[in-house]
């Protein structure tokens, strides 16, 4: 079952950018700013990545069936991967064209000049507000890891995204309101087109981090050296049992495949070596609720075992 610890985070962006989209795209009618433009796309786009979140969240609780027996947790994950998607090319891209296209046909802010200043103030304390929630939440779950290295070792990807979406739209908004401010003192829209540029890349390059991030979870991310080493002191911790290697994968952010091949004493008999394989399970499952899926291999115990091919385990299990 996937977790819903990010959902108050999710709502908490979602409606904040909702409400400053709207806003945002009436100041724009009012002064054709083309940061203006920009941060509304970026807003909009935002509501739309919140809610793409959500529907992540909803489908990968759905029970594992014949087609997918290893549940659907990994939607999660697809869902966050379209995020980055949307955040590159509605956000990033466009407000690219945007500066692009406003720096060569720059034109000033001649009317309602004191709306986007206020739009944008405004904005950035509902963003930052929103940005405090996030914060709150996931600083339970970063323990003592840097919020960089937070982002980098999360396995749910709900608040590191709306953490990365909201530090990003209130850099985006202090970044509109130096242009639109610029643009007012000088009359010189390049300003306002310069800000609109800046926004673009700062999404491009928040977007590229978001999509490398959420890509090695895609791919059959392990559980990490922590947890596989929780995994191996439970295999363990029977005398008589000795791990020659061990492999883990998440199939979602709560959801742990454990494959691992054991040694046995030689004269183990049928039910012994059966029991030894269940209490091995009990184990993991008591010491990492999140391993779901468990399946051990027995093996005699032999001196210089040497696995091979996908056994390997790169020196990490014993080399049995």
Same mark, same amino acid.
């Given at each position: ?26 100041a724009?009618?009012l ?22 979140l ?22 999660r ?19 690219l064209?945007?500066?692009w ?5 720059p ?17 950035i304390? &509902? ?8 914060? *709150? /939440?996931?600083?339970? !779950?970063?323990?003592?890891? $840097?919020?960089? +290295? ?5 396995k ?25 401010v ?22 491009v390059?928040?977007a ?8 090695? &979870?895609?791919?059959c ?5 922590? *947890? /596989?080493?929780?995994? !191996?002191?439970a295999?363990? $911790?029977?005398? +008589? ?9 998440h ?43 468990i399946y ?19 020196g ?5």
């Amino acid at each position: 079952m996937a977790d819903k610890g990010g959902n108050t985070a999710i709502f908490a962006a979602l409606g904040a950018n909702l409400g400053i989209a709207v806003l945002k795209f009436g100041a724009y009618l009012l002064t054709k700013s083309s940061s203006m433009l920009a941060e509304s796309i970026h807003s909009l786009a935002d509501t739309g990545n919140q809610i793409l979140l959500l529907i992540g969240g909803k489908a990968s609780r759905k029970k594992a069936d014949k087609e997918h027996p290893f549940g659907h947790g990994q939607n999660r994950y697809i869902y966050a991967f379209l995020v980055s998607i949307v955040m590159f090319s509605l956000g990033g891209l466009f407000s690219l064209y945007e500066g692009w296209e406003k720096w060569h046909e720059p034109h000033a802010i001649e009317s309602w000049a004191w709306v986007p200043i206020a739009v944008l103030v405004g904005s950035i304390l &509902l963003e930052g507000r929103s940005l405090l929630v996030a914060s *709150k /939440e996931a600083r339970t !779950k970063r323990g003592r890891k $840097s919020w960089f +290295g937070f982002l980098r070792a999360a396995k749910s990807p709900e608040l590191p995204v709306v953490m990365l979406e909201d530090s990003a739209a209130v850099t985006g908004l202090c970044l509109a309101l130096v242009g639109v401010v610029m643009t007012v003192i000088t009359g010189d829209g390049r300003w306002d087109a310069a800000g609109s540029g800046a926004i673009g890349v700062l999404l491009v390059v928040v977007a590229i981090f978001l999509a490398i991030e959420i890509k090695s &979870l895609l791919v059959c991310e392990s559980a990490g050296p922590e *947890k /596989e080493r929780i995994i !191996k002191e439970a295999v363990t $911790s029977e005398d +008589g049992i000795e791990l020659i290697h061990l492999k883990t994968m998440h199939m979602g952010p709560e959801e742990i495949l454990v494959a691992a091949k054991i040694a046995v004493g030689g004269s183990v008999d049928t039910l012994g070596l059966v029991d030894a394989i269940n209490d091995a399970e009990a184990r993991i499952r008591s010491e990492l609720p999140e391993a779901r899926l468990i399946y051990i291999e027995p093996d005699v115990y032999r001196e210089n075992y040497v696995p091979q091919g996908p056994e390997r385990d790169d020196g990490e299990g014993s080399n049995r």
